[in-house]
């Protein structure tokens, strides 16, 4: 492994996946408690692996002192082949996951998702193996049919705006208390879907959420 990567500097790379190419950004914690893979909100709305709050919730993770990777789904920046509508979307996640569990070998693997990477992570975690939990950020519950979280198995945070219009904390509860085991949700007042203004602040609940996760 290249010193920059093993003394946490951020790494551009290209990952093989069914698609083609995939573009991601890997920080090495040295020494690491876990691993987490980061997944951007919905290509065709803007999201890329450069969204603030994958971009943050990133940083952060890594001082915590996990090994981390955010990555560009199918069609996105410079990942090859086009968008599949959340099909094709979930095999990004089990490739990239695959490949992060090849560098960080014994580590617990979270899978922390935003939005429609929150939807593609969590359907990936409840067919492949080697996934410690996800935390799920922006859960948007009006959008995307979550009830494969009560088929998940695993520990499982939700960090949610207090004003999100893709589905409020009180939407977002229930469903939580359907997981097994009970999910914990981490809520940022005022803050719509995208958290404009409260990045940070968001960032710092995935932190929280992950310990929450890891600790199950």
Same mark, same amino acid.
């Given at each position: 492994?290249?010193?920059?990567?093993?003394f946490g500097e951020p790494r551009n790379l290209w990952l093989q996946g069914s698609a083609g190419r995939i573009?991601?950004?890997?920080?090495?914690?040295c020494p690491a408690t876990a691993a987490a893979l980061l997944a951007h909100p919905h290509p065709l709305h *803007?999201?890329?692996?450069?969204?603030?709050?994958?971009?943050?919730?990133?940083?952060?993770?890594?001082?915590?002192?996990?090994?981390?990777?955010?990555?560009?789904?199918?069609?996105?920046?410079?990942?090859?082949?086009?968008?599949?509508?959340?099909?094709? $979307?979930?095999?990004?996640?089990?490739?990239?996951?695959?490949?992060?569990?090849?560098?960080?070998?014994?580590?617990?693997?979270?899978?922390?998702?935003? /939005?429609?990477?929150?939807?593609? /992570?969590?359907?990936?975690?409840?067919?492949?193996?080697?996934?410690?939990?996800?935390?799920?950020?922006?859960?948007?519950?009006?959008?995307?049919?979550?009830?494969?979280?009560?088929?998940?198995?695993?520990?499982?945070?939700?960090?949610?705006? /207090? $004003?999100?219009?893709?589905?409020?904390?009180?939407?977002?509860?229930?469903?939580?208390?359907?997981?097994?085991?009970?999910?914990?949700?981490?809520?940022?007042? *005022?803050? /719509?879907?995208?958290?404009?203004?409260?990045?940070?602040?968001?960032?710092?609940?995935?932190?929280?959420?992950?310990?929450?996760?890891?600790?199950?």
């Amino acid at each position: 492994m290249d010193r920059d990567v093993a003394f946490g500097e951020p790494r551009n790379l290209w990952l093989q996946g069914s698609a083609g190419r995939i573009e991601a950004v890997l920080r090495v914690a040295c020494p690491a408690t876990a691993a987490a893979l980061l997944a951007h909100p919905h290509p065709l709305h *803007g999201g890329t692996l450069h969204n603030p709050v994958i971009f943050h919730a990133d940083r952060e993770l890594h001082r915590a002192g996990l090994t981390t990777m955010r990555f560009n789904f199918r069609g996105v920046g410079s990942s090859e082949g086009r968008h599949d509508e959340g099909r094709g $979307e979930v095999d990004d996640v089990a490739s990239s996951s695959s490949w992060l569990r090849g560098i960080a070998p014994g580590l617990p693997l979270l899978l922390v998702g935003f /939005s429609f990477g929150a939807w593609c /992570s969590i359907r990936h975690a409840i067919r492949g193996d080697g996934v410690a939990g996800v935390v799920a950020i922006g859960l948007a519950v009006r959008r995307y049919p979550f009830t494969e979280v009560q088929q998940l198995a695993r520990p499982i945070a939700v960090v949610q705006g /207090s $004003e999100d219009e893709f589905g409020t904390p009180e939407e977002v509860r229930p469903l939580l208390e359907s997981a097994n085991p009970e999910g914990r949700l981490y809520v940022v007042d *005022g803050a /719509s879907h995208l958290f404009p203004g409260q990045v940070r602040e968001a960032a710092t609940r995935v932190v929280e959420a992950a310990r929450f996760v890891l600790q199950q």
